[in-house]
């Protein structure tokens, strides 16, 4: 049943579609900005007006979706640049949201502090054992801004990445209350502490400054510990969950599947990015063939949809 092209496809079990996928975008400040980020090849940071083209032909490529991050112009230790009404994030969702094709796509805003924040984390810091520790609580007041300010600004869904516990159930409170009862929240349920974040923090200039994020994300060693960060998530009214990284978790992504039905995606993570650009850039590894099959392990580990910096490259190859 594999001798020709038509007979396999028609045994098939697992589709990859470009609806399937969703592409992130770091909105910077500016005009006309588009710097590529050097451990990242072909991803760029872009001015809103820069971001509005990429999404335009997102949409052409038939993209289920964006995922916005924001570089803010300023950082402090609040992350005030997270929420406020007119942000970068904020700005890049209204001018989406101004654009026909654009708006089509669904978009995702990404709640979180360490982009805007001066130290790197994703919460509040305070004084603590090791010198500093992160806040948990007054973090989720925060979060609950920052995903508010998104949604009125136009997000389709807010994304919570941050691992404070109880994130959920405060977002979403505070969702309803400010007459967003209509967002949907797709949770980061399980996000692992993983190295392969670390082309991201350069693409997002979110680096933590002192310390790590182990204390608030989890290890690596745990998939019983993740099905119950699910568990908690959904509890507290997620929507819809996010596993991350995709590639060294799929077993934490088929067991998410058996679990629970909501619908669920993976983020192939910038690490799982950057090895995959520093191998073709070799001539190591066959470009195509492995950006669609990387993606398809992630579907058939049982994940509805990818967000992947591969969005249009392998939109493209599927069409
Ligand atoms: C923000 C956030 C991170 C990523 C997504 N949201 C960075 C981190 O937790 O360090 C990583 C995405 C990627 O590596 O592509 N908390």
Redesign the pocket.
């Known amino acids: 049943m594999r001798r020709s092209e038509s007979l396999r496809a028609l045994v098939r079990e697992t589709v990859l579609e470009p609806g399937d996928l969703i592409y992130?975008l770091f909105i910077c400040p500016g005009e006309g900005v588009r710097r590529e980020i050097g451990s990242m090849p072909g991803v760029f940071n872009l001015s809103v007006d820069e971001a509005v083209r990429e999404a335009e032909e997102a949409a052409k490529l038939g993209l289920g979706g964006l995922l916005l991050?924001g570089l803010p112009a300023t950082k402090d230790e609040q992350g005030t640049g997270a929420w406020e009404e007119n942000g970068i994030v904020q700005q890049g969702l209204r001018a989406l949201k101004a654009s026909a094709a654009a708006k089509k796509l669904v978009l995702i805003g990404?709640v979180?502090l360490?982009?805007y924040t001066s130290h790197g984390h994703?919460g509040v810091i305070v004084e603590g054992r090791d010198g500093w520790d992160v806040d948990n609580d007054p973090t989720l007041e925060l979060l609950a801004r920052t995903a508010v300010s998104q949604a009125k600004a136009g997000a389709d869904v807010v994304a919570p990445?941050?691992m404070m516990d109880g994130r959920v159930a405060t977002i979403r409170r505070a969702l309803d209350t400010a007459g967003c009862a209509n967002t949907p929240i797709l949770s980061?349920a399980s996000?692992f502490a993983s190295a392969?974040?670390g082309?991201?923090?350069e693409a997002?200039d979110?680096a933590p400054q002192f310390g790590d994020?182990k204390t608030y994300?989890m290890d690596g060693a745990n998939l019983r510990e993740a099905m119950r960060e699910i568990d908690l998530d959904l509890g507290e009214g997620a929507d819809m969950i996010l596993m991350?990284p995709a590639m060294p978790y799929l077993d934490v992504i088929r067991a998410a599947r058996e679990r629970v039905d909501v619908p669920m995606g993976a983020?192939q993570?910038?690490?799982e990015?950057s090895m995959l650009q520093a191998a073709f850039a070799k001539g190591w590894l066959d470009r195509d063939r492995a950006i669609l099959e990387s993606l398809m392990g992630i579907r058939r580990a049982g994940a509805d949809f990818a967000v992947t910096y591969f969005a249009k490259n392998a939109a493209m190859l599927l069409a």
């Open positions: 992130p991050f990404d979180c360490c982009e994703c990445s941050d980061y996000k392969f974040y082309p991201f923090r997002a979110s994020r994300q991350k983020y993570v910038s690490g990015y």
